[in-house]
């Protein structure tokens, strides 16, 4: 009763996170004078109103499972990596650089090539905050933090300064890359109105299979939340922590960089100077949070941030109503999943308290059927 009972809990928490973060976003809204009811009503039309917008929201959550996937990793063995922007960041150029540079390859040999190439860069990128905590105890925290600012103007640099003239549309873009390097299919294009989905999509769900094997029925998985849970007991029944923490992260960056190949060879076609850290590293952390890590918490956080990302652009010209209030509304769900012990402790004592009643229910009927049974004797 108790497995099941803490089962629901960790379904209700999301669920719960997600109405309060929409309802105070309501609440924001009529407190603007903004009609909530129009409000959400344009967010849906413009997210799944037509083939396209659905097509655009598919899109959008695909590089956010790759990104929370990596965070999953990670987090299960004890720590945040903070880095998948910049990770991810790192299997964009990557993937692009070697698209423009290999342009006559056949397809089967180009793409896969580029979409390996990018994941093993954010497997690099990754690996030095690894091998920093493992060895020498450094924050990973502070460490992934400026790995992204320094992986960000290393990015800016590599296309000013050593990208070949060749490769460059301009001085902050690259070429489009050719089609044999191109995560779009025309057949799913046209499927979803001309919108940008490409074949990453299904790579995203390889992706949620292959974790989701790794961490439960391997033993490097068994390692992972070892180390996780308790790394002193792990290093006296013979795991190497220090391994079990460097690989973690490097499949962690792996995925972040394969969300970064998403975005260069299916979505833009091309790098261009990023002026920020992207987006999809810190969205694809509060999407792993919000699904807890599992799977199929992750596919269904990463549609409803991809949801009120898309439709949150449809607000403005639906509804009038500012993006920065989707923006809001999407750090209050955040805000509940993080206090997420507070509804942990309303919903114990909501069963602690049905459980109560249900042990007087019973002790109560027990006189009542002796009675009953002392009568007919």
Known sequence: MNDRNEKIRNLLVPIFSVILGLVLGAILMAAFGYNPGQGYSSMLNASLGSQRSIGETLRQATPLIFTALGFS?????????????????????????????????????????????????????????????????????????????????????????????????????????????????????????????????????????????????TTLGFEIRSVGLNPFASEYAGMSSKRTIVFSMMISGALAGLGGV????????????????????????????????????????????????????????????????????????????GINFLIRFIMAKFFQGKKQEAIVETVESKPTNQSQEGGEL
Request: aromatic share 10%.
């Open 73 to 217: 990793v990670a987090n299960s063995a004890g720590f945040f990596n903070i880095g998948l922007s910049g990770q991810a960041l790192c299997g964009w150029i990557v993937s692009v650089w070697v698209a423009l540079a290999f342009p006559d390859l056949p397809k089967v040999i180009l793409l896969p090539t580029c979409v390996i190439l990018g994941a093993l860069a954010g497997a690099l990128a990754a690996a030095i905050p690894g091998v920093l905590r493992a060895f020498f105890g450094t924050s990973e925290v502070i460490v992934t933090i400026m790995m992204n600012y320094i992986l960000l103007y290393l990015s800016t640099f590599a296309l000013h300064d050593i990208m070949p003239d060749t490769y460059r549309s301009s001085l902050d873009s690259s070429n489009l890359i050719g089609q044999n390097a191109s995560l779009r299919l025309p057949w799913l294009t046209q499927m979803f109105g001309g919108s940008r989905v490409n074949a990453g999509l299904f790579l995203a769900l390889i992706a949620l299979v292959v974790v989701w094997l790794l961490m439960k029925k």
């Open 262 to 337: 998403v975005e260069g060879l299916g979505t833009y076609q091309n790098f261009f100077v990023q002026t920020t850290s992207l987006a999809i590293g810190f969205d694809g952390m509060a999407v792993s949070l919000l699904g807890s890590g599992s799977a199929i918490g992750i596919l269904l956080s990463a549609l409803l941030f991809s949801i009120l990302k898309i439709g949150g652009l449809g607000m403005q010209t639906g509804a009038g109503i500012p993006f920065e209030i989707v923006n809001v509304s999407i750090a209050l769900i955040i805000f509940f999943v």
